[in-house]
């Protein structure tokens, strides 16, 4: 028998720690070699550790939502063969008797045989006692409060319940009487003062005074921390303006139409990708990261474009890297492809880092007007809200247009009003005339 003592592994190059999400384990299970332990969580990305041999689990050295230091100890292990553990187990039964011979086994039959008889004996010859009644248990009372007093009935109750409800602060009108003619009782108000106003029964509604507390652990830790990072230090502008996507739309069912089998169905999302990419190569300064620690913006030539998507386990936001070098159908390819891993859990760190501007959207449900949180340290997020058909003067009349709000936000420190103004301008023009989308300058 021995013990194998599993550190926390280093999970990534320049990962000082890690956080534990998960324990797949608990003190006393036998685990298996290349079962699972534990999973840990660093810069979005889960990493699950196997048990590198077979074991019972002795000790567990973190709690879930712990921030654990690479070679921290995590977790210890009883290790030995199976054939060890069986006879360590086999010595804590008690010692069979040792086989008698059969010559001692006779007579110690005859013996007792020979006392059975007097026993026997005995018992007919003594006075047969009579039997004794057990004292019955007095009827439990069971509490049952009629159903609730109507509203405007006088609550019927003696004088001593009634001060001792004035004392304790009750209504006694919310309080379910089991006596006659639904008189309340000290038991009645005993059970209110235990239970609360749901002991008043099924019928009525009660009050829920329950309170869970959940702790903020993994990827919901890590958003928190973004967005109080974000908040506190980015002075946020944010801009909105309504855009005629009609057009658009009509362009999109076509190609959609008339797509190849192989390609993916388009959205509007990579129609903003490339309008993005157009309005950055004039507006430069917003494809950008500022270092606020070190006073300089790193800006970049590359578009690297987050798309914050919601998952199951909270909201991740995989990067289509240099959608400056793609065309509408490889941003589609490549955005479908990010956002199946983003959910399925399959996305690599490398994945969900290195964004220079953001794209959020809440699809249909994106509401009228948002006011989207950058992600820090980028200096601008454009936001998409959901496409209704309004109403809209031509100059002669009214006609239906399919209408699109962008929500916008931009570093106050780092993009004046104008610039970001300039920026959504331009975007809005080459959705309204998708076109221009496709016309290289």
């Not at 008690?94 to 059975?116: L, N």
């Not at 004035?166 to 038991?187: K, Y």
């Not at 240099?322 to 199946?340: G, I, P, S, V, Y």
């Amino acid at each position: 028998m021995g013990e194998h003592l599993i550190k926390m592994p280093d999970v990534g190059e320049g990962i000082a720690e890690a956080e534990l999400v998960e324990w797949h384990v608990k003190v006393g299970d036998l685990v298996r070699e290349d079962a699972l332990l534990a999973a840990v969580m660093t810069d979005k990305a889960t990493v699950e550790i196997p048990s590198p041999v077979d074991g019972e689990v002795l000790w567990l050295g973190a709690d879930i939502g712990d921030v654990v230091a690479i070679g921290s100890p995590l977790i210890r292990l009883k290790t030995g063969d199976e054939e060890g553990a069986a006879s360590a187990r086999d010595t804590d039964k008690a010692p069979e008797a040792p086989a008698r011979p059969k010559e001692i086994e006779a007579q110690a039959d005859g013996a007792v045989k020979t006392s059975d008889a007097i026993v026997e004996k005995q018992a007919k010859e003594a006075p047969q006692p009579r039997p004794v009644e057990a004292p019955q248990s007095p009827p439990v009372r069971m509490h049952r409060p009629s159903a609730r007093r109507m509203e405007g009935d006088k609550p019927i109750a003696s004088p001593a319940v009634r001060l001792r409800a004035r004392e304790a602060g009750i209504d006694l009108r919310q309080v379910p009487g089991s006596g006659p003619a639904g008189r309340i009782t000290h038991e009645d108000l005993d059970a209110f003062l235990a239970h609360g106003p749901q002991a008043a029964g099924a019928e009525g509604l009660s009050q829920d005074t329950s309170v869970q507390a959940i702790k903020v652990i993994g990827l919901r830790r890590k958003i928190a921390e973004k967005m109080a990072l974000a908040k506190s230090r980015i002075p946020h502008i944010t801009y909105v303006e309504e855009v005629d996507v009609t057009a658009l739309e009509d362009l999109r069912a076509s190609l959609n139409a008339s797509k190849r089998a192989e390609r993916p169905k388009l959205t509007i999302l990579p129609f903003l990708m490339r309008a993005m990419v157009k309005a950055i190569a004039e507006k430069p300064n917003l494809n950008a990261i500022y270092d606020d620690e070190a006073g300089v913006v790193h800006q970049h030539g590359g578009v690297h474009i987050g798309i914050a998507t919601q998952t199951g386990s909270g909201l991740m936001v995989p990067v289509v890297r240099h959608a400056e070098a793609r065309d509408l159908w490889d941003c589609a390819t490549e955005l479908n492809r990010l956002a199946e891993a983003a959910k399925a859990g399959l996305a690599t760190r490398e994945e969900l880092s290195g964004s220079t501007i953001t794209i959020t959207s809440l699809g249909a449900m994106g509401g009228i007007v948002t006011t989207p949180v950058i992600n820090h340290p980028e200096v601008a997020i454009v936001g998409v809200n959901k496409i209704m058909v309004r109403p809209v003067w031509d100059g002669s009349t009214f006609i239906p247009r399919k209408m699109m709000n962008l929500s916008s936000s931009f570093d106050h420190r780092i993009v004046d009003g104008w610039d970001a103004a300039v920026f959504v301008q331009r975007i809005k023009t080459l959705l309204e005339t998708p076109a221009m989308i496709f016309v290289e300058a």
